[in-house]
DNA sequence: TAAAAATACTCCATAGGTATTTTAT
DNA sequence: ATAAAATACCTATGGAGTATTTTTA
């Protein structure tokens, strides 16, 4: 190691490209003695004469001029490096693994996706979906930088940041439409058809229905809301499914949607990150910039965050 | 310009590699809290975070990574710029343009060449032909290291250091070389065949002749003393030639070699570069190899310095 | 003699060290 | 309780400035 510095670099190269030292001293914002001094520190360290003074001109030895080409291309690199910083300037730039539970994904995603890339034109989406403990998992290990997930957490290591409350909706056969909305009580002896185990949805369904019933009766269980909502169709039973589905889970089904109309069950929809993320102020940006997306799909409830 | 030095990136490298601050100060020779304060700075100047610091576990952020990867092409460069000035330790390495005046290229350039080669061994010699005011020109112009001259030249800029003396031997026709050497004063009223304008060797054996007689009669010049040579063997009249010359110049021609006796014509070869050439130490190394090939040419005269 | 580089000196910014505190597991 | 990073404080190196001298064309 002789501790070259890119001082050292940057002054041969000005020496050399200047042919005098008056000259690339001021070309450097220095003064023509401390370049001197510079110089010959270099030439010190090298062990060698770097460039060969002669009153009136200047000339570069043999390894002087190794070392002028060779410094060139690191200070190119390093300038390339300044440019990468600078243009890293502004709210969000680069990759963002976002992760979404799979009871938003299909709905919130690809509306998500566009917005994002819209409002940070440098940003680079990679979106993934896991049920909630895998996404937790994957933020601790660095898999992922921020998840979108049903508030409350309680993840000592992870930061929340809710951005709307979205009700639940009833989803009954055609057939049944007619009959008045069941209360929580009455659903609990009905045929609920719940997702499977690992669902942060099933959960948030069961304890609506639990939360007074003692018990649920006999359970379907489907792995997506789509294939319950399709049980639903061919007369299975009923089930819930957040307001963000309806339009595109009851385009293809011959289902009836009906709304709780008091003390309607609902989940809070919220971004999260380690604590640790030092980039919590622009997580939040696109924390917000989720929001605003998934006001427009819903312009009924969520603008209420809890 | 952010002033990043190659300090802060050899510091962000080390973390990256080894995932703590106190294991990456320790390869990096300085105390732990000196590099906290470092990545700090480094983070300051860029003005985001580079480090995700998690307690136990450290992660780059996106930023982070990709000056990461660029600071390692940097280095990477900066070491091999290491080696570059390591290996160019030792006694000459890399190019040497040598120049040699016409009377001298033909018979010792290629020994020259060789033993330069197996001196020296990262040297890349590149001879060349011309007379001595070119020479001198290209020296001054930075298109020579060095040049093999007759000396003296008294050129204010160029440092001289003689190699060896050479005594100038007469050439007639075989038909003559009967008769006993003729004395200088002789000589100027022969027809004595010389170099044409320029050559320092026309200059030095008219200076021979002219020294006692006052002019010299009509002559005939030639170009190289090869030509010379193959005129006086064909009997056009007689010419001098450095001894040096001799096992080349009489190979294939028919011709009488004398030597002079007492007060016998002679020039001195030396080696010339310019004085502000920091190198001259290594141009001396150089010079006495050129001094040995020389005296192995010659072993009877050469050993003589003037 | 004039122009450029080197030298002499002074000053201050900062990189680095040691001791200690804070933080998160 | 422990291990790691951050903070506080101090020191010394060295990079840069101004004034001056030396060099050479």
Known sequence: MLGLTL?????????????????????????????????????????????????????????????VDRAK?????????????????????????LGFIPTVAPYLLPDVVAELNHRFPGIEVQPREAITQTLIDELHDYRLDAAIVAL??????????????????LVRNKAESSKPVPSAENMSEMQLLLLEEGHCFRDQALSFCEGLGPRAKSIMEGNSLNTLVQMVSAGVGLTLIPEMAIPLETRSADVAISR???????????????????????????GAAIRQVGQQKMPNTASLVT
């Open 260 to 286: 709780f109309m008091n003390e309607a069950p609902f989940r809070t929809i919220g971004i999260v990150w380690r604590k640790s993320n030092p980039l919590a102020e622009q997580l939040m940006e696109v």
């Open 7 to 67: 001082k050292h670099l940057r002054y041969l190269e000005a020496i050399a490209t200047h042919g005098q030292f008056s000259r690339a001293a001021e070309a450097c914002f220095i003064s023509q003695p401390a370049l001197s001094i510079q110089i010959k520190e270099l030439e010190a360290r090298v062990g060698a004469p770097l460039v060969e003074r002669n009153a009136r001109k200047l000339h570069m030895t043999n390894l002087g001029q190794e070392i």
């Open 152 to 169: 409350p957490l309680s993840d000592q290591g992870l930061r929340e940041f809710a951005l709307f409350a979205e009700e639940f909706v």
């Open 73 to 97: 291309k690191i200070l190119l690199a390093v300038d390339e490096l300044d440019d990468v910083v600078r243009a890293s300037k502004g709210p969000f730039s680069g990759r963002l693994r």
